[in-house]
Each structure stands twice: as C-alpha cells, then as structure tokens.
C-alpha cells in the first residue's frame, strides 16, 4: 500500500506493509550475525505446554549454536519431530547448529521449541517473552506472537512460496 505525506514543500511517498509482510522481512530480534525471524506460537488448547517456532538466519562466515531456550516462567526444550518404524513422536535435541550464511526454520512438524510448566495456556494476541542463547552470538531477546492455528497454517504456506 503506498501512502503520501507532506513534510513543507516536499511531498514524500513511502510504502507500507502489512503485519503478515513484516513478519517475513524485518528481524524481530539480532545478536551478532544472527538474525531472528517470524517467532510465533500457536494458541495453546492444553494448560501448561505449548509449542514455539522462530527462523534464523546466519549472515556470517561462522557456524554458531543455539544452546539454551530461556523462559520468564516454565522451563524450554528443543525437540525435533522423528517417525520411526511408523511411529512419530517428538525427540529431545540438546542443541541447535545454525550454519554460516544458512537459515534454520522451526516449524510445525520438525524442530520446534516446548514450553513445559505454563501456568496458563497461551491466548491469542498475546506475546511470550523467550531468550535465544547462541554459543557465538550471545542472546536474541524475542517477543513471540501467540497466534491462532489458521494464522499457523497461513504463515507456512506463505513461506513454502518461492
Ligand atoms: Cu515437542
């Protein structure tokens, strides 16, 4: 959408994107070379446990590490989605490689982060506060979005686009 200002003289036009675009493009959170993207978690239907998704992207020339998930309540896990002899079920991961200049996407049926010890469910609109650490980069401080499972599904497909 494209807006027009007058500042004196000089007529300025600058373009303005939705929430969803932003969500893609601007960093919610840096540390060092890293940048954090579209964190989110989906509206909890269970009363303590919920799960948390982020992307990130090394623009630098080093591998770095996500090595702790740090929570203002509740304790934070990293797992992974596995299917073994026909069966999936959820794996702990102790820590996350993030490879130079490459990006990792959490996502709904593979890694994601487990909120455990909740003392709510997590509703809709609200934000939960997370501490990336990476061994590198040091912490990303991230206000994830509690979104509902149709903005979910939404923003998976929009990210599957090329
Ligand atoms: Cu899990």
Redesign the pocket.
Known sequence: MRYWIHVGPLLLAFNVTTCAEQAERVPVATAGDLSIYDAYAPASAAPDVA?LYFTVVNGGSVEDTLIEIRLVEGRAEL?DVVTEEGLTR?QHVPVLPIPAGDTVRLAPGGY?V?LMGLSAPLEVGGRVPVGLVFARSGIARVLAQVLTYSDVVERLEAAAEP
Do not use: L
């Open positions: 799960s797992h959820m994601h487990m």
